[in-house]
């Protein structure tokens, strides 16, 4: 199976700051990687697919990028409604495995 | 718009069954595949099995098969997963989602959820 390793699993930032995920996987993926953002008591909404495109509605403040087994998503300037939790997802090849998550909170 | 909605989830003894249904609308069901992804309480997303939106190709996560068995019936828009030998471990929120398999532009890669259904394993 292709693990994906996120970091950081927590961090805290300001509003207007520019943010950081990284996920690695252990293996190729073909840039099919997805971002997902996750608020308490809610569904997953999908922010990113294939590495580096804006799923439609999503702010551009948001933006992926990577190849090979590193990929990250930033933020550039956080908004109050980006407080959540962050997942990368790989499904270039089945199992598809999520990184452990990123839970980001206001400082 | 398209949707999918979860339903079935309850609380079950260990070793016991339960089926979940995924019924979706605004969207051509049988054109597209749908997996079913877990999240453990206070933890993250777990991807459990995918189907393919004709039915014959199906795929699970290690930790389920052989346990859960997933199907479609697209005459109802419906997708399933029956689930046999419960264990506490399979205590969930389950999402149903939309699955990019052999979508080579990703666009279709879990790009639609369901609100999820809670099944508690517990006696």
């Known amino acids: 199976d292709i693990q994906m390793t996120q970091s950081p699993s927590a961090m805290s930032a300001s509003v207007g700051d520019r943010v950081t995920i990284t996920c690695r996987a252990s293996q190729g993926v073909n840039n099919y990687i997805a971002w997902l953002q996750q608020k308490p008591g809610e569904a997953p909404k999908r922010l990113i697919y294939s590495t580096s495109r804006l799923h439609s509605g999503v702010p551009s403040r948001f933006s992926g990028s990577g190849s090979g087994t590193k990929f990250t998503l930033t933020i550039s300037s956080l908004q109050p409604e980006d407080f959540a939790t962050y997942y990368c997802?790989?499904?270039?090849?089945?199992?598809?495995?999520f990184g452990q998550g990123t839970k980001l909170e206001i400082k | 718009e398209a949707q999918l909605l979860e339903s079935g989830g309850g609380l079950v003894q260990p070793g016991g069954s339960l089926r979940l249904s995924c019924t979706a609308s605004?969207?051509?069901?049988?054109?597209?595949?749908i997996s079913w992804v877990r999240q453990a309480p206070g933890k993250g997303l777990e991807w459990v099995s995918g189907?393919?939106?004709?039915?014959?190709?199906?795929y699970y996560a290690d930790s389920v098969k052989g346990r859960f068995t997933i199907s479609r019936d697209n005459s109802k828009s419906t997708l399933y997963l029956q689930m046999n030998s419960l264990r506490a471990e399979d205590t969930a929120i389950y999402y149903c989602?939309?699955?990019?398999?052999?979508?080579?532009?990703?666009?279709?890669?879990?790009?639609?959820w369901g609100r999820g259904t809670t099944v508690t394993v517990s006696s």
């Open positions: 605004g969207l051509t069901f049988r054109q597209y595949p």
């Open positions: 989602a939309k699955d990019p398999l052999y979508d080579p532009t990703g666009k279709n890669a879990f790009d639609i």
């Open positions: 997802l790989q499904h270039s090849v089945d199992p598809y495995t």
């Open positions: 189907l393919s939106g004709s039915g014959d190709t199906t």
